[in-house]
């Protein structure tokens, strides 16, 4: 049986310890390396020479985004996954540039994340549906859709305010007294976000909110 060869990397101890544990029992899988993120795992990837490298990126740490220009540079045929729930579209962009095979949301188990390894390996790409609905791919490759980073441009400071309350869970009645305007000016605001955004119910609005950075996850 043909083995894939893997260097796993994470902020957190505890999830890469958990991750070598799964994964090395997968015949097919060869975990040759647990690191950190970062340089860490450049040395691992040019000591290695994997075949797939799972790195992390929550939180945010935009020194993973150069490490894996540093790899596919030195390693083009490495394939690399990020592995994260903090999608927003400027760290989208950023690993896209960058040069990832796939990128797999936390809300995905470890059946998902063993296809993916066998889809990237393979020379393909995968991407979480959540991620996925985000790209498309032409003939200069994999590019992000024309929507998030524009969208957002086109709101306007209260709507930004409004958007932020969504978030945190305040109801209309509790924006209305924090920003001191009418309920009716907050479901006119809502509505409006609704449209330029195209999210057109609340729960999915606030995860647009966190996603993007508005307020914390």
Request: hydrophobic letters at 40%.
């Amino acid at each position: 049986m043909i083995t894939t060869s893997l260097v796993l990397a994470t902020q957190r101890k505890l999830h890469r310890e958990l991750m070598s544990h799964f994964l090395g029992r997968r015949e097919e899988l060869a975990v040759v390396a647990t690191t950190d993120v970062g340089e860490s795992c450049v040395e691992a990837a040019f000591q290695h020479r994997p075949e797939v490298i799972i790195t992390d990126i929550d939180p945010p740490d935009f020194h993973v985004f150069e490490g894996i220009r540093r790899i596919k540079l030195e390693l083009p045929r490495t394939a690399v996954i990020l592995s994260g729930d903090l999608v927003t579209d400027l760290t989208l962009r950023e690993a896209v540039g960058a040069g990832i095979s796939g990128y797999i949301t936390d809300d995905e188990g470890m059946d998902n994340m063993v296809a993916a390894i066998r889809t990237v390996a393979a020379g393909g790409t995968y991407f979480s549906p959540s991620v996925q609905e985000r790209l498309y791919v032409n003939g200069k490759g994999i590019q992000i859709r024309p929507n998030g980073t524009r969208s957002i441009s086109k709101l306007t400071n209260r709507e930004r305010e409004v958007l932020k309350d969504i978030a945190s869970g305040l109801h209309r009645k509790d924006i209305s007294k924090k920003l001191n305007i009418s309920p009716r000016t907050v479901a006119r605001h809502t509505a409006n976000l609704m449209v330029k955004l195209d999210i057109h119910d609340r729960v999915r609005l606030a995860r647009y909110a966190i996603r993007e950075g508005f307020v914390a996850p």
